[in-house]
């Protein structure tokens, strides 16, 4: 081993130093919390991954805040005329639609708002449209070998299938999405 002050060869098992008479071992304070966890970022490995986040795209922008007006000013709107050209047969429909709609409208202002929370429903509403439009699909298919269908509702239960489809894939893969929310889906 060598010893810590003057840097001389010394015996493995000496305690002090037999050029320079000192300690041969320095003993430092252990480094504090806060300094060893500041330090961690900046020799973490970047993970080819995960690019680099960029500052410029952080806040509601862009097709992100498309997808807030969408959720909270045009689907409601769209809605809204669906409603009102419905018949009565479509009253199940009706209800399961607004209902669809509310939470979309709800989980636009948090998404806007730039909640966390928003996350968890944004599974949540990704699924509840995924399942309406699958048995919308399967319902209006079931119908029309009856000869009752709804080429309509087959085809509102389509768009909002694939709708729901590119919107997850947008949020999975947004550079927006992850400046802004620090992740993403």
């Not at 993970?47 to 498309?66: E, K, N």
């Not at 409603?83 to 989980?107: H, K, P, Y």
């Not at 209006?140 to 080429?151: H, V």
């Amino acid at each position: 081993m060598f010893c810590a002050r003057c840097g001389e060869q010394i015996p493995d098992a000496s305690e002090t130093c037999p050029v320079c008479g000192r300690e041969a071992s320095l003993q430092l304070p252990p480094a504090s919390a806060h300094a060893s966890f500041a330090a961690a970022p900046a020799l973490a490995p970047v993970s080819a991954a995960s690019p680099p986040i960029r500052s410029d795209l952080q806040g509601v922008g862009g097709w992100l805040l498309f997808f807030c007006i969408g959720l909270v000013i045009l689907g409601p709107l769209v809605v809204l005329r669906e409603v009102t050209s419905a018949t009565d047969s479509d009253s199940s429909g009706i209800v399961l639609e607004l209902a669809r709609t509310a939470f979309g409208v709800v989980l636009g202002i948090l998404i806007w708002n730039v909640r966390q929370v928003a996350f968890t429903l944004l599974w949540i509403y990704f699924g509840l449209v995924v399942v309406i439009s699958i048995l919308g699909i399967i319902g209006s298919t079931a119908l029309a070998d009856e000869g009752q269908g709804n080429a309509l509702a087959l085809m509102y239960s389509i768009r909002s299938l694939i709708y729901a489809v590119i919107w997850f894939f947008y949020f999975r893969k947004s550079q927006r999405v992850r400046a802004t929310f620090g992740r993403n889906l």
